[in-house]
């Protein structure tokens, strides 16, 4: 496959808003780090900090580079992985959907602890991630929150899988905030 298909498979996978997101708009502190990530991925990466400082960009950024190393990525928020999942549940479908999540190589859950915390959300979540953690399939997560307010206002368990992923705060004025 050519550089220009994976480009716009990479568009496709990140949305039109992160097409052109790069490693390359972060610090060159940020950059050998991330790197050094990409380079042993364990588990996955736990992105955390305030709202806009580019969490979501940073994840897109990497799902890109993935995706032009000619590996299989998903990319999506967390609020499309439970209404995708509560639907495919109404279809009988739950076990494939389920599947859809697990098998990428990479996988990218975008704004965990955003939704309405429900029981259903937080199974939903803490089961997709006990499979990609079984599978050795590393996952990036991206959050506002703390592993300790997950545990709070999540749940432990979900809290405990996290932590075994490598954790970067990020902090900074937001970049969506145009003064």
């Not at 950024?61 to 639907?87: G, H, P």
């Not at 432990?156 to 990020?170: G, T």
Request: net charge positive; with cysteine; hydrophobic share 45%.
């Amino acid at each position: 496959m050519c550089d220009c298909a994976l480009r716009r498979i990479a568009a496709k996978e990140v949305g039109p808003l992160h097409a052109k997101a790069e490693l390359t708009a972060f610090a060159p502190e940020m950059q050998k780090e991330i790197l050094a990530w990409c380079d042993h991925p364990g588990h996955g990466l736990l992105l955390t900090g305030e709202t806009g400082v580019g969490k979501t960009y940073l994840a897109a950024a990497l799902a890109r580079s993935f995706i032009m190393a000619r590996q299989v990525v998903k990319f999506f928020s967390c609020a499309e992985f439970y209404l995708d999942l509560r639907t495919a549940m109404g279809s009988g479908q739950e076990a494939t959907q389920l599947e859809y999540y697990s098998v990428p190589n990479f996988a990218v859950f975008d704004d965990v602890g955003a939704g309405g915390l429900s029981d259903f959300e937080r199974r939903s979540l803490l089961l997709i991630l006990d499979r990609r953690l079984r599978s050795k399939k590393p996952t990036i997560v991206t959050t506002n929150w703390s592993l300790a307010k997950i545990a709070e206002m999540m749940d432990d368990r979900i809290a405990d899988r996290l932590s075994l992923f490598h954790q970067i705060e990020m902090h900074g004025k937001s970049r969506r905030v145009r003064l």
